[in-house]
């Protein structure tokens, strides 16, 4: 997989990411409860781990850095309704072991890089490119958990770039119900839901993958 060409192919679509300024005034979705949901955003949860990068494959210190590159060189990106507590979304946040694999794949590399490492990787692909795959993990206007999850096999969800994932629910003897996310490249594995209902209770819930979801199909 080329660096370059990869970046290329992901820009191109980039322009869709204006779709999220329209999207993200839709209602939310029924939680399942009656007690009114909180406003903290995903971006507190995010930036309340201040370990930074480290060897916790299971955290979220490259997508955090991601996230704070674009808002810091675009901050007017749709990026930054992840620090609008009172809007409505749904994230899928790769791991820190999702953006190594990543970064392994694009860098052609062996091995697995360190988390600071895979961030240079991601961070090289430029502003826009990362600004068009955080947009594509954002489902805005929803506040899904776990349960309504579990329930949504086949569904088509609409993400902040315009374009759709596809729920998959499956079952697995020693897991029981499972969830994967099915993107728009056919050639790499699936990411797997690993983490359900992060700031639960909350408009903005995010679930963790362990993968990073690809707007276009790569060979």
């Known amino acids: 997989m080329n660096i370059v060409r990869l970046a290329t192919r992901i820009a191109a679509g980039a322009t869709a990411t204006v779709l999220a300024t329209v999207a ?4 939310a979705q029924a939680h399942g409860k009656t007690k009114p949901l909180g406003t903290k955003s995903l971006a507190a949860v995010l930036t309340a781990d201040k370990s930074g990068f480290d060897r916790n494959a299971r955290d ?4 955090t850095a991601a996230v704070l590159a674009v808002l810091d060189a675009k901050p007017g990106s749709p990026v930054k309704v992840l620090t609008d507590g009172s809007v409505a979304l749904t994230a899928f946040v790769p791991n820190d072991g999702a953006f190594r694999q990543l970064a392994k794949e694009v860098s052609k590399s062996r091995t697995l890089p360190s988390e600071k490492a895979a961030f240079t990787t991601v961070a090289g692909l430029g502003i826009d490119t990362v600004e068009a795959v955080l947009l594509y993990h954002v489902v805005p206007g929803a506040t899904v958990d776990r349960k309504a999850a579990l329930k949504s ?9 315009g374009a759709t994932i596809t729920v998959d629910v499956y079952r697995t003897w020693w897991h029981g119900k499972r969830i994967q996310l099915i993107d728009a490249d056919r050639n790499d594995r699936n990411p797997r839901i690993v983490a359900f209902d992060i700031n639960k209770g909350n408009k903005q819930i995010a679930h963790g993958i362990d993968r990073v979801l690809r707007p276009v199909d790569l060979p």
């Open 60 to 63: 979220f210190d490259v997508l």
């Open 153 to 161: 096999d086949g569904a088509k969800l609409t993400t902040a770039a």
């Open 24 to 27: 993200l005034g839709a209602p």
